[in-house]
């Protein structure tokens, strides 16, 4: 059976409180970058069934190496630092299927 989405985008916007024991995405700005994100795939035609679906997650345990941002079927983790990052998985990932590897985190 054939997936929904062709890609399946989950950003963490998991938000601790500051002092917490650890940090949380939230606090990198992750939840304009889901929105960043969301906008640029409408606006290059990727959005919608058989394409591409941007969603926010809560806490994905992986804060420390973030923030980030897990894309499926193939389960490849990025962090990101700004716009430019989310531009650049978009267009190289998510467009082409390029893995963006100087982003990508084990």
């Known amino acids: 059976m054939d997936s929904f989405f062709k890609y399946h985008v989950f950003f963490c916007v998991n938000r601790r409180e500051p002092g917490a ?3 949380s995405c939230a606090n990198c700005n992750s939840e304009a970058m889901q929105a960043y994100a969301k906008k640029r795939v409408k ?3 990727l959005a919608g069934p ?3 679906r ?5 806490c994905l345990d992986r804060c420390e190496l973030g923030p980030t941002v897990v894309v499926y079927p193939e389960g490849t983790w990025y962090t990101y630092v700004d716009e430019s990052d989310i531009d650049e998985i978009v267009e ?3 467009q082409h299927g390029t893995i963006v590897e100087r982003l990508k985190i084990d």
């Open 92 to 94: 190289s990932h998510l």
């Open 21 to 23: 024991d650890r940090p």
């Open 43 to 45: 606006e290059l035609g």
């Open 50 to 52: 058989g394409n591409v």
């Open 54 to 58: 941007i969603n926010k997650a809560g």
